[in-house]
């Protein structure tokens, strides 16, 4: 099948965009209003994009919390999310009035960051300190800005729980990292395999 994406008519129950790109990691972001109110929300539009400098991005369908938080502070953590952390998670997805702490919704630890004010999640395997790089809404083929928001953050200090490494390595078989898949589909990493890339053609 093909089409085009203008008038969208796929003819399938589901518009199939989100499950074809995937799976996607999930940012947990955690941040702070200028007043001190504490925020923790996921999203799966979330991804490294830099190793040197380290920047990890993501993007907000409309000007939620998060977004207006890191206006306002220009800091951020993002916490990684395991397969025991993963109905946690989804507590933290609820649209809570503002000034909300879903930390407490969800029954989560907040632990300021070592260099940044923001909070993260204390009982996740690794989290990221970051400060913002840029903030932008993307433009479409006409110009048109969209309703979404990206945020991106140079990682300026990472966390680790000793358990999580093993042979001196972050341990996907114990952290399973758990990632988006389109719908309510969502996988776990945990299954590993390796692969050598080739040295010459």
């Known amino acids: 099948m093909f089409y085009g994406t203008a008038d969208n008519r796929h003819g399938l129950a589901h518009d199939p965009f989100k499950a074809i790109v995937s799976p996607r990691p999930i940012g947990w972001i955690g941040s702070h209003a200028a007043d001190g109110r504490l925020n923790l929300a996921p999203y799966s539009f979330f991804n490294a994009i830099s190793d040197v400098p380290k920047l990890v991005m993501f993007s907000s369908s409309g000007h939620k919390d998060s977004v207006s938080n890191i206006e306002e502070t220009g800091v951020f953590t993002t916490s990684f999310v395991s397969r025991s952390l993963m109905h946690a998670m989804n ?111």
């Open 91 to 201: 507590e933290t997805s609820a649209p809570a009035a503002r000034g909300v702490s879903e930390f407490e919704l969800a029954g989560l630890t907040p632990v300021t960051g070592h260099l940044v004010s923001a909070p993260f999640v204390g009982e996740a395997f690794a989290a990221l300190e970051c400060r913002v790089t840029e903030m932008f809404q993307p433009k479409d083929l006409d110009g048109v800005a969209s309703e979404n928001y990206v945020v991106i953050g140079q990682v300026i200090g990472i966390h680790i729980r000793e358990e999580a490494i093993v042979d001196g390595r972050f341990d996907m078989a114990t952290v399973r990292p758990i990632a988006r898949l389109g719908y309510r589909d969502y996988c776990d990493g945990g299954d590993v395999f390796e692969m050598i890339r080739p040295t010459s053609a």
